[in-house]
């Protein structure tokens, strides 16, 4: 099952050219990108870790696409996001995040039921990698 | 590239049109304006300026497809104009379109090279990361080696900037800059970057001529300007400036004239009673003639 978060996140993956472009949008905005990744495909889990620090005063995309080669060698089975954080008095958040490398299987999640007091029934969206320890999750 | 568009039917090509569609003119204009002297720095600048002009256009006939080598060296003594060349190299090689963003990242040994073991590389790529769409201007470039100690970080320094220097030509212009004589050595000891850098520019000392018209410059972009004796006063400190140690050309000029500001306020708060405002954008002479520079000499 092929996740989907962030921006473009209906459209089919992007191009490194496209990726580029948007990372050069960002950086003429002055916002400051970073790299993060996981294997933990969960919807709910926020935490990723990060590739670096962000990389404020960039100029050039290229640079940017040096280090996203580099993140993408270092983790090829796992989900990258390229995040552009906008450190605008008031907004000090993100502005833009999406999804530049998945894993080349997704296996998807497992929907499990369990049975609470009185016979109610709690749902869990289970990722079935997580079965197996962290670095492991994906590929061979 | 607007090459072909220009072309006419004849097959003739406006290097003119060219050349005002780039905008070149108006960072040379400036360049001659904002500028006092330097003429043979400026001379090169057009040189290259055109050189690179119409390596644009062969590009855009598909003449060339290799991005040329733009690494450059300055060389001149203190205060010459060194960085403030290096900021409108900047703007001339982005109007080109050689490089793409046009920022000058001006940074010197402190910033490329790390205290520790593994501490170089990172610290020289984050720069080199920084300037990569632009121009990296190394100021005092041969502090980068220390031909006496051979377990000196500079080396890693060196090797990395050779490296990116070679292979990500279109993305970045290395401009070094520092003395004439010590270049030189450095250049010697590292043939490595001489067979890299295309143009070696050498700034010239300015003359006491030179140097008052740039005091003048200096001071009136800050809303003051000099007495008609003032002027003399001034004329006659550059030449004893010039004889005494640590001359750096306009450098010392801005000290000296930062000083006289200096003597210019306390003069006017001992003043008893209300100063005309003119007094204010006014140097007099004896805001010059208080300098040490005229200590001991006969008046």
Known sequence: MRVTQGCFSFLPDLTDVQISKQVQYCLDHGWAVSLEYTDDPHPRNTYWEMWGHPMFDIRDAKAIMGELIECRRMHEECYIRLCAFDSTHSWESLRMSFIVQRPSVEPGFMLARREAEGRNIRYETRAYVMEKPEGTRYGV | ?299
């Open chain 2, 1 to 299: 590239m607007s090459a072909a568009l220009q072309q006419d039917p004849n097959g003739m090509i406006d290097l003119r049109a060219e050349f005002a569609s780039a905008g070149l003119e108006t960072y040379l204009a400036g360049l001659d304006q904002d500028l006092v002297g330097l003429k043979p720095v400026k001379l090169r600048i057009r040189e290259i300026a055109s050189l690179l002009l119409i390596e644009r256009v062969r590009q855009g006939l598909g003449f060339t497809t290799e991005a040329p080598t733009l690494h450059m060296s300055f060389t001149g003594n203190p205060g010459t104009g060194k960085t403030t060349v290096a900021l409108r190299m900047a703007g001339i090689l982005k109007a080109l379109g050689f490089v793409r963003q046009g920022q000058l990242i001006s940074v010197t040994r402190d910033d490329l090279v790390g205290q520790y073991i593994g501490h170089t590389a990172p610290k020289t790529k984050e720069i080199l990361k920084k300037a990569i769409g632009g121009v990296l201007f190394i100021d005092e470039a041969y502090y980068l080696y220390r031909p006496d100690n051979e377990r000196d970080y500079g080396q890693e320094a060196i090797e990395i900037l050779l490296q990116v220097m070679e292979n990500q030509r279109e993305d970045l212009v290395v401009i070094l800059a520092g003395y004439g004589d010590r270049m030189e050595k450095f250049f010697t000891l590292n043939p490595g970057f001489r067979s890299r850098i295309a143009h070696h520019i050498d700034f010239p000392d300015y003359d006491d001529s030179e140097l008052l018209s740039i005091s003048e410059t200096m001071l009136s972009r800050q809303n003051y300007r000099l007495s008609p004796s003032a002027r003399d006063a001034m004329r006659d400190y550059i030449q004893r400036r010039r004889e005494q140690p640590y001359f750096s050309n306009a450098r010392s000029i801005r000290n000296a004239l930062d000083r006289a500001r200096l003597r210019q306020a306390g003069r006017l708060m001992a003043h008893e009673g209300a100063v005309p405002a003119e007094a204010l954008m006014l140097i007099e002479p004896e805001d010059i003639l208080a300098s040490r520079v005229f200590a001991g000499a006969p008046a």
